[in-house]
């Protein structure tokens, strides 16, 4: 935890796809302190006619290399989340190439009894986690 789902335009080779996931991995750890084996990423990939991405109005170029991150977690400081909002973007322009305005993020704040990580119990109110 936390559950990071990406979506993205259709095209990366699994070896792509293997170096975006270990960057954002990398910004996880590094701002959330997450233990290293804590990682649950989804990446669902669309045709260029299914993922419409524009800037809001803040005059942000998007490019075929957009990336749309959502994370599902517990609550995190505003420090944290700004935190990992930098270092996802520096990891992945670092490791793949995508510029820093092809990433968009938003986080899902939720409480504990909101995950099971298996079994039918709620791991984070039976003090399993």
């Not at 990939?45 to 524009?54: A, L, N």
């Not at 995190?76 to 820093?100: M, N, V, W």
């Amino acid at each position: 935890m936390p559950l990071i789902r990406f979506d993205l335009l259709e095209g990366r080779t699994d070896a792509e796809l293997k170096t975006l996931l270990d960057a954002a991995h990398e910004a996880m750890l590094e701002a959330f302190k997450v233990p290293a084996g804590d990682r649950y990423q989804i990446v669902t990939e669309h045709k260029p006619s299914r993922m419409i991405i524009e800037d809001t109005g803040l005059g942000i170029p998007r490019t075929k290399d957009v990336v749309v991150v959502q994370v599902f977690t517990r609550p995190r400081s505003e420090e944290a989340k700004q935190d990992f909002y930098r270092l996802l973007t520096e990891k992945l322009h670092a490791a793949c190439g995508i510029a820093p305005s092809d990433v968009m993020v938003s986080c899902m704040v939720n409480s504990d009894a909101d995950w099971s990580f298996g079994h039918g119990r709620a791991q984070f109110l039976t003090g399993e986690l």
